[in-house]
């Protein structure tokens, strides 16, 4: 039989906190700082990333507290889902947003918490922590790993 696939039967509204979570793919890539172009608002990303993320796991060092911790950090929502233009396309939350379907190396198509880092979605290996680097210093971190409109 067949496993359910709750993100292709259910709206987002509609999933319980479990499968929103199981959502992300776990590519830490909304963890990395972001430059945005004020006059035309393009977004740069650096390969600078949060002093939370754990680079090797691309998880949150301190998930349950790290709004407190770092308040800039955005914890997507409903309400804000589609409002984050910032995200990276290949974000399934971004993804299920606009209606599209989950790219095949998302773990809930694979079954392995791995797939992202497997397909090169992700910052592993790629990235330094934010402790190293002067704020004044970040434009020079600027990076163009994926390209931010291929999911």
Known sequence: MKPEKFWEQKLLHEMNEKEWESLC?????CC?????DEDTSEIFYTNVVCEL???ESCQCTDYPNRSKRVPTCV???LDNVADLHWMPHSCAYRLLAEGKP???WHPLISQSRDSAHHAGMSVRGRVIS???VHPDEIAEFVVDWWDAEES
């Not at 793919?25 to 890539?29: Q, T």
């Open 102 to 104: 989950l790219p095949d």
């Open 130 to 132: 934010e402790a190293h």
């Open 32 to 36: 990395v700082q972001k430059i945005e």
């Open 25 to 29: 793919d776990g590519c830490a890539i």
């Open 75 to 77: 914890k997507v929502t």
């Open 53 to 55: 993320l754990d680079s």
